[in-house]
């Protein structure tokens, strides 16, 4: 009788265990789900694609009014910078067309310099100028490292 007994106890603490794996199998996967949202969400909204000064000018149509991150050479002899008002205005270019560039903040230390890169984010306005909100600037070294400098535009 008392192996009957501890027979029936182990059916009874079986299910119980199994229901503890299942717990904590299904929450292992909820976590797992949420940490790969998480980092698809984190890379889908850093990663973002940059247009080519030729590529912005070849959808110039399409792009107007729209966000877009556009990337070129700093044309240094355009560097028109109006520090009062805090008002820069360059052109950038990428050896097939020129873009101007409108931007409304400080002007970063290395624009200036000889093949500067520039990244700016911002829209095309109706005039074919670019109302730059945010401006990166690619800083060349002899040794090939790049310092990026950021500047968020004055609200």
């Known amino acids: 009788m008392a192996q009957t007994a501890s027979i029936g106890q182990q059916h ?30 984190a890379v889908g909204s850093t990663g973002q694609y940059y247009l080519t000064v030729s590529e912005l000018l070849a959808k110039n149509d399409d792009m107007v009014g729209r966000p877009a991150r556009v990337s070129g050479f ?3 002899e355009s560097v028109d910078w109006n520090a ?8 950038i270019s990428d050896g097939d067309g020129n873009l101007p560039i409108v931007f ?9 310099r000889q093949d500067a890169e520039a990244i700016v984010e911002g829209k095309l306005l109706e005039d074919g100028t670019f109302q730059a909100s945010q401006l990166l600037v690619k800083c060349p070294s002899r040794y090939d490292e790049v310092e990026i400098v950021e500047v968020k535009a004055i609200d």
């Not at 409304?104 to 200036?112: E, I, K, Y």
């Open 12 to 41: 009874s603490v079986r299910p119980a265990a199994a229901n503890k794996r299942l717990r904590f199998i299904v929450g292992s996967v909820a976590i797992f789900v949420a940490i790969a949202f998480l980092i698809v969400n």
């Open 74 to 76: 700093v044309v240094t």
């Open 84 to 91: 009062p008002e805090l008002m820069l205005k360059f052109s």
């Open 104 to 112: 409304h903040g400080p002007m970063p230390d290395n624009l200036s």
